[in-house]
């Protein structure tokens, strides 16, 4: 039970952060965003659970930002191509890939990652008295 009420208080703290981060730059989010955020939140965490905690913390960022824009993608493909509700559109932007990512967003997800990595590490920590974070750069 203690798993659960963890996980998903870690899902309400990622889809709530992500909504968030949107309303204050784009001025909108959609419900599909919360899901997004949230499992992505959740993946970055599980990267020092999974992973030993000896890979440099630059690693994590970059393995993070692989899941969140693999995730972009896929969460993309079914709301904006199969179901057509137009979530969002990277068309206009150069390299992009059937308009669901691109390599700006790439970029732009690597400081979201180094914080919710972060975040995610000291939340465990703070409240379920999980390992104390500690990070080798490189």
Sequence with gaps: ??????YLFLWLVGGTSYIIIE???RGSSHWTMFILG???FIALGLINKLILWE??????ILL????????????????NIQFGWGVW???????????Q????FCVLWLPLCLTGIVLDDWLRYWI??????HYTLF
């Design 64 to 79: 993070g930002d692989i899941i969140v824009t693999s995730l972009e993608f896929i969460t993309g493909y079914i709301v």
């Design 89 to 99: 559109d990277y068309s206009h932007l150069s390299g992009n890939i059937m308009g």
């Design 38 to 40: 949230s499992f992505c």
């Design 23 to 25: 309303l204050s730059f």
């Design 128 to 133: 379920f008295n999980e390992e104390r974070p």
């Design 101 to 104: 990512i691109c390599p700006l």
């Design 1 to 6: 039970m203690k798993q659960i009420f963890k």
């Design 55 to 60: 890979m440099p913390l630059y690693k994590q």
